[in-house]
């Protein structure tokens, strides 16, 4: 690490892994001395991308469990070497994490200790908590009669989709919350059967709504509020209506799209707010709703007083910095990642949730307060690489412990060093980088990715041949018959082997939408596409007074700076290439309202 400039106030240093220069701010500063940690060498981007290099989010494995030997489903590859046991397995008291306790070794680094302890303690396979009739998750809780759901807290009868808090009979959905009966849509809250939607609230009986509230019975709507009856922002009669949507034959795949494509190229003649959220008091970043003092936020719900931020979506996280996924009930935590449900004055933590207490560098525990670089622990305290220790002996060896990773740290394999106060390396993962998070905000190829010296997944090829092609599929639902849960699919993208399960035919056939052509990764992809990034741009309104300055759109109302241009700047995520119209907040709900 290089610093360029420090003074009182802040400081600009370069990027351990980037190579660019980034700020720490007085707030950071003060953060880092309230927590009593150093300074990071890496760039909050970095950061992010280091914490989402250990995250399999919706990749399972078939694995064996090394405690029933019975095959079950698995975030980790069976070559990663851990040892999995399924949920239920894990959870049972019958072992105990302290039967691992090792002696810290003093001639080796801390991270390479920890990742070999972490390979030997017993893991969470699917990485669930407490499913009902759902064997087929992974990284979710508290879900009933669930089917290759992930990042999901709450959902009931739902299937396909990532991040469907307390959703029921939702499908094919990301980043919905407590919303009935949708499909295909993006960035929902309290909506009832809307499909291929983003970006609202409070929707139902709708399709293709993209920034609209509180609206029912309309289709291809941009940025209107509480009405009915509509399509393409203009009002019909209901009998007009539900002719017009008779005719465009929704229940046909070939219609499907059609309207598809007119639906997306009508929303990009309408603005977007440069940050998507409402009820928010001083933020910054993107899909941050009902927060206060959040800054590079990214997919957020009632946050406080957080920086660095991202996947937050179940409320009740504070005062943190650099955390990402979940969080629920955080407070003084620092770069966490997939850990929550009530962490307290805890840093360094991966997949440890439950009440986790003034803990650091632990993985995949429950119920811990005054850890260090501990697995697999439950319900322990003063613990050091899974040892019991005194109150007074557990201070001392932390200390020292601290000591020797900041005298012999950890350097990988570009020579990047991580000494106290770093994010566990990528490179030492269990995941391969295209099998984590990582790849989908920051996509690499093959060789970027062997460069960087990170893993890379070869998917095997498919056991699997296709039964039937996407053109022999029936383009109607109402003609297709039951046996198509029989059927292996193609899909017409990618050409890989997907299925249709009961549960979907049945959801597809009510709500009157053809069976899809795509595969659910293609379709996780295409949807997640419509998703702004989670890094920010400086811009300026693109407001130039009587409308657009691309002059595409026509301002509906006359705005406070007049026929002058607006003069607001900001930060959005949405950079000079967007293809989206960014207005700042003022002018964006002069024309919502």
Not at 5 to 28: A, G, L, M, W, Y
Not at 197 to 202: D, I, Q
Not at 449 to 454: A, D, K, N, P, V
Request: glycine residues 6%; charged residues 25%.
């Amino acid at each position: 690490m290089e610093e360029t400039r420090n003074t009182s106030t802040d400081s600009v240093r370069v990027c351990q892994n980037c190579k660019t220069s980034f700020v720490i701010e007085p707030d950071d500063f003060a953060f880092y001395e309230k927590i009593k940690v150093p300074p990071p060498t890496f760039c909050w981007k970095c950061r992010f991308q280091r914490r989402l290099a250990w995250r399999n989010e919706r990749k399972p494995f078939w694995n064996t469990s090394a405690k029933s030997g019975k095959k079950i489903i698995s975030i980790y590859p069976p070559y990663a070497g851990m040892t999995v046991y399924d949920e239920k397995e894990w959870r049972a008291d019958d072992w105990d994490g302290l039967d691992y306790g090792v002696d810290y070794d003093f001639s080796r680094p801390f991270f390479t200790q920890i990742t070999n302890l972490w390979k030997k303690v017993p893991v969470n396979g699917p990485h669930t908590e407490n499913n009902v009739n759902s064997d087929f998750v992974i990284c979710s809780g508290w879900g009933k009669n669930n089917y290759l759901v992930c990042n999901t807290s709450g959902a009931e009868d739902s299937a396909y989709g990532n991040a469907m808090d307390e959703c029921k009979f939702c499908f094919d959905g990301s980043h919905i919350t407590k919303c009935e009966r949708c499909y295909g849509s993006f960035w929902l809250k309290n909506s009832y059967q809307t499909h291929f939607s983003t970006r609202g609230m409070e929707n139902a009986s709708s399709w293709f709504l993209f920034g609209c509230s509180g609206m029912t019975n309309s289709f291809g709507c941009v940025n209107m509020r509480k009405k009915s009856y509509c399509i393409f922002n203009k009002q019909y009669a209901r009998q007009e209506y539900e002719e017009k949507i008779k005719a465009m034959k929704l229940n046909t795949w070939s219609g499907l799209q059609k309207a598809k494509t007119e639906a997306y190229a009508f929303a990009l003649k309408f603005p977007v707010a440069y940050l998507n959220g409402i009820l928010n008091n001083d933020v910054t970043g993107e899909y941050v709703s009902e927060s206060k003092n959040v800054h590079y936020g990214y997919l957020v719900n009632g946050g406080k007083d957080l920086k660095y931020v991202q996947y937050l979506q179940v409320p009740g996280s504070e005062d943190s910095h650099d955390i990402t996924i979940w969080g629920h009930s955080n407070i003084l935590a620092y770069e966490n990642c997939q850990s929550g449900l009530g962490i307290s004055n805890s840093h360094f933590l991966k997949s440890s949730w439950s009440e986790v207490i003034d803990s650091e560098y632990c993985m995949d525990c429950r119920g811990v307060s005054n850890c260090f670089g501990c697995v697999g622990l439950k319900n322990k305290k003063f613990c050091i690489f899974n040892k019991q220790y005194s109150e007074a002996e557990y201070y001392v060896l932390r200390k020292k412990i601290i000591e020797h990773m900041n005298t012999a740290p950890y350097v990988d394999k570009k020579g990047r060093v991580y000494k106290y106060g770093e994010f566990f390396p990528a490179e030492l993962s269990a995941f391969e980088y295209n099998v984590s998070l990582a790849q989908e905000h920051f996509p690499l190829t093959k060789e970027q990715t062997l460069q960087e010296g990170y893993g890379w997944y070869e998917q095997p090829a498919s056991d699997y041949k296709t039964t039937i092609k996407p053109e022999n599929i029936p383009d109607a639902i109402e003609d297709v018959p039951d046996s198509i849960t029989k059927e292996i699919l193609e899909c017409i993208q990618c050409k890989k082997a997907y299925r249709i399960i009961d549960m979907e035919l049945a959801f597809l056939r009510q709500e009157k939408l053809p069976i899809p052509r795509q595969c659910i990764d293609c379709r996780h992809n295409e949807r997640i596409s419509q998703r702004a990034k989670a890094f920010l741009y400086h811009r300026a309104c693109e407001c130039k007074g009587g409308g657009s300055g691309n002059g595409i759109y026509q301002n509906a109302t006359k705005h406070s700076h007049g026929e002058s241009p607006c003069t607001n700047e900001f930060e959005t995520s949405h950079g000079k290439e967007s293809s989206e119209i960014i207005y700042c907040h003022p002018c964006f709900y002069e024309e919502v309202a």
